[in-house]
């Protein structure tokens, strides 16, 4: 069908078909930059992140760019073909009948046919978002209701509205992939509209499941906690509760680098990056399931050899000792193990590194001599059980309760509450006063002109005071060993008690107190200072410290004067 002319005079006739094919022209790039920016702006709204948000508007000012230098180029051709046709008295009126005619009907009716489907999509669209709106609240309501998840409405709500997000992108995406095709948008168009959509859709998808991971993992911990906490499993739950945080963190990490991955696969330039996803993620569950084993196998060993005996009895302290042997051996060898996985994972031969640790480990164990040593004679110490948690030592010059028996150190915390750490390799001589009983000795100093046998008395009396206050630590009655040292400033009488194991150092002052309250009572003088020995003995036999001999830090020792 031929277009009608416009007027009888060519040149009026050429300016008023260059008019309309300019329009027509301005009208089609002004339309699809409007409905780019629409759909840019409706998925931005959804997806709800600034980063989004930025990358969106800088979107959006391209397009705007595009449109204008378009705009520019249609006007601009437009001019000078209008003048070229009036220099040339050529008139344009055969050449817009051949461009209609080329424009086939078809061509018109796929337009409009096109045009129905968008149309129709969109109104479906409006439908489906009432609806879709309905169905979340209707989620976030039951969620709300769940008591395993009282604790997390910030995470609810964030759940709705990352949700609502996803559904209007999705949304979009489905408009797309229907209406594009319909309408023969060009491939450019139609690859950007694609790849921003996806992208955004993407996002959203990983937004998402990252809250419901995180949601699902809360109502898993509350429903564990309240079926678990009493059985027999209850111990063994209560390990790995801990690691909640760090199981939601890998969670969304992992999720994340998923979408990651999905996005780089979207772009043929970066497709040589889209394997790093998947190995990180399995390097990152590797991680995680090595970190469960180690927690789990703690678990094991304190309830398989610690049991629930108390901490005072010698074989419990004994096994509560192998037991932190056991666990940081059995934690270095699975985090090892993890190690030589994670390296086959990202493609690294272990054969070679294996091969190689071992004359690496030879070459370190002739270097390192004293870190040998060290861990040889941490190992006698454990398994013969010369020292053990929670035994009050003297080592040196420092004295107090075992902290904890490692492989190549001991640490020892004295009375003052500082920790001392010794190399197994340089510990020589072990005094322990946890070991069957101890003898607390006191030595008494008193006149020349006392009356022995009132000594005598009284300190038994002092003993029997000491015995009725303290039944726990008490074995024996206190025993006068009688005198030992005659000096110039008194005599030195010497008492003794057989007492439980441990710290000693108490004892002995209650025993002076009440000596002196006796003394007191039955007019009895002290000549000089006293001083404790404490005698660690299987058979009786008496080995005090002598005179001048310092205790430990926090120690009360007082010298007794020269014999004469």
Same mark, same amino acid.
């Given at each position: 069908?031929?277009?009608?002319?416009? !007027?009888?005079?060519?040149?009026?006739?050429?300016?008023?078909?260059?008019?309309?094919?300019?329009?027509?022209?301005?009208?089609?790039?002004?339309?699809?930059?409007?409905?780019?920016?629409?759909?840019?702006?409706?998925?931005?709204?959804?997806?709800?992140?600034?980063?989004?948000?930025?990358?969106?508007?800088?979107?959006?000012?391209?397009?705007?760019?595009? +449109? &204008?230098?378009?705009?520019?180029?249609?006007?601009? +051709?437009?001019?000078?073909?209008?003048?070229?046709?009036?220099?040339?008295?050529?008139?344009?009126?055969?050449?817009?009948?051949?461009?209609?005619?080329?424009?086939?009907?078809?061509?018109?009716?796929?337009?409009?046919?096109?045009?129905?489907?968008?149309?129709?999509?969109?109104?479906?669209?409006?439908?489906? $978002?009432?609806?879709?709106?309905?169905?979340?609240?209707?989620?976030?309501?039951?969620?709300?209701?769940?008591?395993?998840?009282?604790?997390?409405? %910030?995470?609810?709500?964030?759940?709705?509205?990352?949700?609502?997000?996803?559904? *209007?992108?999705?949304?979009?995406?489905?408009?797309?992939?229907?209406?594009?095709?319909?309408?023969?948008?060009?491939?450019?168009?139609?690859?950007?509209?694609?790849?921003?959509?996806?992208?955004?859709?993407?996002?959203?998808?990983?937004?998402?499941?990252?809250?419901?991971?995180?949601?699902?993992?809360?109502?898993?911990?509350?429903?564990?906690?309240?079926?678990? %906490?009493?059985?027999?499993?209850?111990?063994?739950?209560?390990?790995? $509760?801990?690691? !909640?945080?760090? +199981?939601?963190? /890998?969670?969304?990490?992992?999720?994340?680098?998923?979408?990651?991955?999905?996005?780089? $696969?979207?772009?043929?330039?970066? %497709?040589?990056?889209?394997?790093?996803?998947?190995?990180?993620?399995?390097?990152?569950?590797?991680?995680?399931?090595?970190?469960?084993?180690?927690?789990?196998?703690?678990?094991?060993?304190?309830?398989?050899? +610690?049991?629930?005996?108390?901490?005072?009895?010698?074989?419990?302290?004994?096994?509560?000792?192998?037991?932190?042997?056991?666990?940081?051996?059995?934690?270095?060898?699975?985090?090892?193990?993890?190690?030589? /996985?994670?390296?086959?994972?990202?493609?690294?031969?272990?054969?070679?590194?294996?091969?190689?640790?071992?004359?690496?480990?030879?070459?370190?164990?002739?270097?390192?001599?004293?870190?040998?040593?060290?861990?040889?004679?941490?190992?006698?110490?454990?398994?013969?059980?010369?020292?053990?948690?929670?035994?009050?030592?003297?080592?040196?010059?420092?004295?107090?309760?075992?902290?904890?028996?490692?492989?190549?150190?001991?640490?020892?915390?004295?009375?003052?509450?500082?920790?001392?750490?010794?190399?197994?390799?340089?510990?020589?001589?072990?005094?322990?006063?946890?070991?069957?009983?101890?003898?607390?000795?006191?030595?008494?100093?008193?006149?020349?002109?006392?009356?022995? *046998?009132?000594?005598?008395?009284?300190?038994?009396?002092?003993?029997?005071?000491?015995?009725?206050?303290?039944?726990?630590?008490?074995?024996?009655?206190?025993?006068?060993?009688?005198?030992?040292?005659?000096?110039?400033?008194?005599?030195?009488?010497?008492?003794?008690?057989?007492?439980?194991?441990?710290?000693?150092?108490?004892?002995?002052? /209650?025993?002076?107190?009440?000596?002196?309250?006796?003394?007191?009572?039955?007019?009895?003088?002290?000549?000089?200072?006293?001083?404790?020995?404490?005698?660690? &003995?299987?058979?009786?036999?008496? *080995?005090?410290?002598?005179?001048?001999?310092?205790?430990?830090?926090?120690? %009360?020792?007082?010298?007794?004067?020269?014999?004469?």
């Amino acid at each position: 069908m031929p277009l009608p002319r416009f !007027s009888p005079d060519t040149v009026s006739n050429n300016v008023a078909l260059t008019v309309v094919a300019t329009t027509i022209l301005l009208l089609a790039p002004l339309a699809l930059t409007v409905f780019l920016r629409w759909v840019v702006r409706q998925a931005t709204q959804s997806v709800r992140s600034k980063t989004v948000e930025s990358a969106a508007e800088q979107v959006q000012k391209s397009l705007r760019l595009v +449109a &204008t230098v378009l705009s520019l180029l249609v006007v601009v +051709a437009g001019c000078a073909t209008l003048a070229i046709a009036i220099i040339r008295d050529i008139d344009l009126h055969p050449w817009a009948n051949r461009l209609v005619e080329y424009a086939s009907v078809r061509t018109g009716q796929d337009l409009l046919r096109g045009v129905g489907i968008v149309v129709a999509i969109g109104i479906g669209w409006l439908a489906l $978002r009432v609806f879709f709106k309905s169905l979340l609240d209707r989620i976030e309501a039951r969620l709300r209701s769940v008591a395993a998840l009282q604790s997390q409405k %910030e995470e609810i709500t964030l759940f709705r509205e990352r949700t609502g997000g996803l559904g *209007n992108v999705a949304f979009l995406y489905g408009l797309h992939r229907l209406g594009s095709a319909s309408l023969g948008l060009p491939s450019s168009v139609h690859w950007l509209l694609d790849t921003i959509l996806y992208v955004l859709l993407v996002v959203c998808v990983a937004r998402a499941v990252s809250v419901l991971g995180v949601l699902s993992l809360e109502g898993l911990d509350h429903v564990g906690a309240t079926r678990l %906490e009493k059985s027999a499993f209850g111990v063994y739950y209560a390990s790995i $509760r801990k690691l !909640s945080p760090l +199981a939601k963190r /890998i969670l969304e990490a992992i999720i994340h680098l998923a979408a990651a991955t999905l996005v780089v $696969r979207q772009f043929q330039t970066l %497709e040589a990056f889209a394997p790093y996803g998947p190995r990180i993620i399995r390097l990152l569950g590797t991680f995680f399931a090595a970190r469960v084993l180690a927690e789990l196998i703690r678990v094991v060993l304190v309830e398989a050899f +610690a049991g629930k005996k108390s901490a005072e009895d010698e074989t419990s302290k004994h096994r509560v000792t192998l037991v932190y042997l056991l666990q940081s051996v059995i934690t270095y060898v699975i985090y090892f193990g993890a190690c030589l /996985i994670m390296m086959d994972q990202v493609g690294i031969d272990t054969k070679p590194f294996l091969a190689g640790a071992g004359i690496v480990g030879l070459a370190v164990g002739l270097g390192a001599q004293k870190l040998v040593n060290d861990m040889v004679s941490g190992f006698f110490i454990l398994f013969e059980g010369h020292l053990l948690k929670g035994d009050y030592v003297r080592i040196g010059d420092c004295e107090g309760v075992v902290d904890s028996v490692q492989l190549r150190v001991t640490m020892i915390r004295d009375g003052f509450g500082r920790m001392f750490t010794f190399r197994n390799g340089d510990i020589g001589t072990i005094i322990n006063f946890s070991r069957e009983y101890v003898h607390a000795v006191v030595d008494i100093v008193v006149g020349l002109d006392a009356n022995l *046998n009132e000594v005598f008395d009284a300190l038994k009396e002092a003993g029997k005071r000491l015995e009725e206050a303290h039944r726990s630590r008490v074995l024996d009655p206190l025993v006068v060993r009688g005198v030992t040292q005659i000096a110039q400033t008194g005599i030195v009488v010497r008492v003794a008690v057989k007492l439980t194991p441990g710290d000693p150092d108490p004892i002995p002052r /209650i025993l002076r107190k009440f000596t002196k309250e006796v003394f007191d009572e039955r007019g009895i003088e002290l000549a000089n200072a006293t001083q404790l020995a404490v005698v660690v &003995t299987k058979d009786g036999v008496e *080995n005090g410290r002598g005179a001048g001999n310092s205790r430990g830090a926090g120690s %009360e020792f007082l010298a007794l004067p020269p014999a004469p």
